[in-house]
């Protein structure tokens, strides 16, 4: 299953010459995996934090393809590529018209705090089940 959403490329997202500045793809992926969470996984990173917990980024590879204009609108998937114990991979990809634009592969790991630290847990399995269901297919 994919997670889909659209996302507008505004004046804020581009450098003087009207394309996306690169950076600002790395503020769109985390948009976009707090937003899966909320809405997909059921558990929003406020709540994570209220229950000192979390999804850091431990990996970020990003392969960009082609530029994005201001007025653009990005339809943008999430996959699941790997499912762990502790951390989940994710394939995000940023098309416009057919053409994509950015894939970007991220690593997440689960932290929880146990024994007074925070450090790598197991997923809750809510949550192991909600990414499962996002599992790309073999």
Not at 1 to 22: Q, S, T
Not at 99 to 114: G, N, P, S, Y
Request: aromatic share 10%.
């Amino acid at each position: 299953m994919l997670y889909h959403r659209l996302y507008p490329i505004e004046f804020n997202h581009c450098d003087p010459a009207g394309i996306v500045f690169y950076p600002r793809y790395f503020e769109m992926t985390n948009h976009v995996c707090e937003n899966f969470f909320r809405e997909a996984v059921g558990v929003s990173y406020g709540e994570m934090m209220k229950q000192q917990s979390g999804v850091p980024t431990v990996r970020l590879e990003t392969d960009f393809r082609a530029p994005s204009r201001l007025g653009d609108v990005l339809e943008v998937t999430l996959e699941v590529l790997r499912l762990g114990t502790t951390s989940v991979t994710f394939e995000i990809v940023g098309a416009c018209s057919g053409q994509v634009r950015l894939v970007v592969t991220i690593t997440l790991v689960w932290v929880a705090e146990a024994d007074g630290a925070i450090a790598p847990q197991p997923w809750p399995e809510a949550i192991k089940a909600k990414l499962h269901s996002y599992l790309r297919a073999a």
